[in-house]
Nanobody
Framework: EVQLQASGGGLVQAGGSLRLSCAAS????????IGWFRQAPGKEREGVSC????????YYADSVKGRFTISSDNAKNTVYLQMNSLKLEDTAVYYC??????????????????WGQGTLVTVSS
């Protein structure tokens, strides 16, 4: 059974940091890219970041470049999203997803086969 377990969300003040984790099981981790998406209230789901577990290549949305860092621990089948300098507009439910490599358009949810449940990130002023 494929499982993606996202965790690490919470309430943080603007300017603060959080680290999200996505623990994967039930598929060959190295064959997949893991993406992070987010959905704020009343908005469409947005691709935030992605990492390929085969070569470590990464993607970041312009809105998070320089503030978020994605990394992968292939031994633990876990991907992390380190979020620094958080802004109010980063408030959203964050989801992780797995897509079979190659993922050509990492910002597109249609590239991904498996999805985890969301974890809520709330940034307060």
């Amino acid at each position: 059974e494929v499982q993606l377990q996202a965790s690490g969300g919470g309430l943080v003040q603007a300017g603060g940091s959080l680290r999200l984790s996505c623990a994967a099981s039930g598929f060959t981790f190295d064959d997949y890219a893991i993406g992070w998406f987010r959905q704020a209230p009343g908005k469409e789901r947005e691709g935030v970041s992605c990492i390929s577990n085969s070569d470590g290549s990464t993607y970041y949305a312009d809105s998070v470049k320089g503030r978020f860092t994605i990394s992968s621990d292939n031994a633990k089948n876990t991907v992390y999203l380190q979020m620094n300098s958080l802004k109010l507009e980063d408030t959203a439910v964050y989801y992780c997803a797995a897509g079979l490599i190659p993922v050509v358009t990492p910002y597109s949810e249609y590239e991904y086969d498996y999805w985890g449940q969301g974890t809520l990130v709330t940034v307060s002023s």
